[in-house]
Each structure stands twice: as C-alpha cells, then as structure tokens.
C-alpha cells in the first residue's frame, strides 16, 4: 500500500482545514454487480462509472488488506423500512419479467426512458441502498465510509424518478439516526436538487438537509425559500458555478450551519455532475476543489458517509471520485498518471461526448487545476438571502 501523504499535496487543490474528526480510517465499500451492463445503450448512465473508480484505485494500489469492503444487497425488509411495500415488490417484479405494464408505470415511474428497465435493475438497486447501509454502520464504528454507487437522492416512497429507483442516501440517514447519532447533518453537492432526501426527513427534527445544485436544472425545485420543514438550506447557484464560489459558500453557509447544529454525522453525496465537462450540465466546478470541500466536511462531525451520485463524463467521474477516496484515506495524488492508471481512463467512451472534445487531461492525470475567479454578486446575494434565517434559527 502506498505510503500515506506527507506534507503538501500533489493534487492541485488546498489543505484542508483542520477539524476534530479529521482523521479517522476510512473504507471503501464496493461490488462487481456494477460492471453489468445496465440502463440500455442510449441511457445517460449507460456509461462505465463505479467500476472504473474500483479499477483506477487498484491500477494506483490505493486498496490495501482492509480498505475494500464488498457490499451487502439490501433484504426486502430493509427496503420497506422508507420504500412502499407495493412499490418494492412492482419493481422487483418488473426486473424479474423485462417489462411492466400502463398501469404500473403511471403509477410507479418505472419503465419509462427515465427509469427504464434492464436486467439486474433490481439486484443493482437493492445493492446501492446496501451500501449505504453498511457505509453507515462503518461509520458508527468510528469510520469514514465511500459509497460511490450511492446518491441515488431522487427516488421517493412510492415513485422512481430521475434515474433513482431506491433513495439510498435516506437509509444512509436513517442508519445513522437509529444507531443514535443525531442530528444528522446531510449535505448535496450533486448539480441536482436532493428533493428526494428533503422530502423524507422534512418532519424529522434530527435532519437537517443542505443542497447546492445548478438553479433551473431539473427537477426545478429547491429555490432558497424552500425550507423543507423549516431544517433544509438550498443554495441554486447560477451556470458557470466554480471553484472560488464553493469555497465562498463553503466558508460563508456550509461550515456556519455545521457549527451551529453540530452534527453528530454528515452525509454527503457528492455528484459528479458539478464538474466543468459534464454534458447534461453547466457547472465548472474542479474536482480538488470539491476534494478540499468534502473534506472540510467530513471533519465536522464524529461519523461520516460519503456517496457518489450523479456524473454523465466517465472520465471526470473516475478522476473526482478516485480522488476522493485518495483524500479520504490520506494518499497522494500523483501529478501524472503511470500507464496502468492512464489505460483505465483511455479505455472510457460516451456517446454524449465527441472524441475531439476530451481533454487530453483527463487521460494522464487526476486532479484538475483550481481556477481563481471572483465570486459573483448572486452567489453573494444567496448568502445574504440564507444566514439571517440561519442566525434567527440559532
């Protein structure tokens, strides 16, 4: 196993600030199930994702004897615990057959374009919330845990939506706040509003949510009078959010709110769909600086779960979320890829993205430049318009 990181870093990004809970062991939890093909050839996320951050990891030897831990799938009983009993045993069924039927797809959103359905769907989507579950008991045991099959932050009770069936970030929360650590601090930093996650705990006084997505991108909601029963913080921030504008909110929203309820765990999903080339999305965020975020982060609270979520640029997504695993378990990240590592990344393709449009970057390393440009007056005004509510709230 590598040694771990000494001194300053090799990744582009800053060193993050300094927390109680900042060292702590941290796991990997991963399966096979994701080399399948899955979702169809014309889906979004029919593109190589968790698969290529196991294999980039190994290709780097960032794995060593007890770093791996290979996923449970979740029982039938631990799915209706959040997730409708019909519902559960609709898509079970649907998986079973290839097909469902007008009725069941109007009333359950599966077997649409969105959601369609595809051989494994149900054994692939049970071993998300899996995950989930054991990255949260991992954590109670004084871990930090990486999910990345996890942040599946859309899918509802009863309803899939947005390529979500089961919302396994919800049970990530729900592990924690039974094995009693509360409150629980859930953070979004997915380009997406985390409507699904808001939705479940808008009555639970021991959730507080906090999404930061692109304003106008679906499912069009999460505005910052959105309050989510009066405990969930949303920042819509404009197209062409970047990295100083995280680091803003960060510094000014993020960090202020985990020091005035003092979780006793955080959840983070952390999507790669906020980084600059993602093809269904517009913000330009570099992944060191969603490195150093996640990792200020983390160091807020006793127990902490990390999870993937969105990412539709295979290359972007293998490069962010490999990195975080390197940051989570104290490795370096090299300046330049070594052959193995780099075939990893040359083996990708996605039909979203032209070949002229690959930047020869994301083939021979893995941390992005940060880039220095002034925060925006509407990053400012979302500040402005969140911590008086804040401030009141305390």
């Known amino acids: 196993m590598p040694a771990r990181a000494q001194g300053g870093r090799a990744d582009g990004g800053e060193a993050a600030s300094a927390g109680r809970f900042a060292s702590r062991r941290a796991v990997f939890v991963g399966h096979d199930i994701y080399r399948q093909a899955a979702y169809g050839r014309l889906h979004p996320l029919a593109i190589p994702r968790v698969e290529s951050v196991i294999d980039l990891c190994r290709a780097l030897d960032w794995f060593g004897p007890a770093d791996y831990v290979e996923s449970p799938r979740a029982s039938e009983s631990q799915l ?3 997730h409708d009993p019909e519902y559960v045993a609709a898509l079970r069924a649907a998986s ?52 990345p099959a996890g942040g599946t932050h859309h899918g509802r009770r009863a309803r899939a939506a947005g390529f979500c069936y089961f919302n396994d970030p919800v049970f990530a929360v729900r592990t924690l706040t039974d094995g009693g650590a509360a409150p629980v601090l859930y953070v979004d930093l997915d380009a997406h509003h985390g409507d699904g996650v808001e939705e479940a705990f808008a009555s639970d006084p021991r959730v507080h949510t906090l999404s930061i997505h692109e304003a106008g991108r679906w499912p069009h909601s999460g505005e910052v009078d959105d309050l989510g029963g009066g405990r969930a913080v949303n920042l819509p921030v404009p197209q062409g959010f970047h990295d100083a504008e995280l680091d803003f909110l ?22 790669a769909d906020a980084l600059a080339g993602d093809p269904l999305t517009r913000m330009a965020l570099s992944n060191a600086a969603l490195w150093d975020a996640i990792e200020r982060v983390v160091a807020t609270a006793r127990h902490a779960v990390v999870l993937g979520g969105g990412g539709y640029n295979p290359w972007t997504l293998a490069r962010y979320w490999s990195g975080i695993w390197a940051r989570l378990s104290g490795r370096t990240v090299p300046s330049k890829l070594d052959h193995a ?16 449009d690959v930047d020869p970057a994301w083939l021979d390393t893995l941390a992005d430049a940060r880039t220095r440009e002034p925060v925006r007056a509407g990053v400012v005004a979302l500040r402005d318009r969140v911590m008086p509510r804040l401030r009141v709230a305390a």
Do not use: H, Q, W, Y
């Open 80 to 82: 209706v615990a959040f």
């Open 96 to 147: 079973a057959s290839g097909s469902v039927d007008a009725a069941t797809r109007t009333r359950f959103g599966i077997g649409t374009m969105e959601n369609p359905i595809f051989p494994g769907l149900f054994e692939r989507a049970s071993t998300a919330v899996g995950g989930s579950i054991r990255a949260a008991e991992l954590a109670l045991s004084g871990k930090v845990a990486f999910n």
């Open 250 to 271: 960060l510094d000014e929203v993020v960090l202020p709110l985990a020091e005035r309820i003092a979780p006793e765990a955080v959840v983070i999903t952390c999507g």
């Open 341 to 356: 590592a780099s075939a990893v990344l040359r083996r990708l393709s996605c039909d979203l993205i032209d070949d002229e």
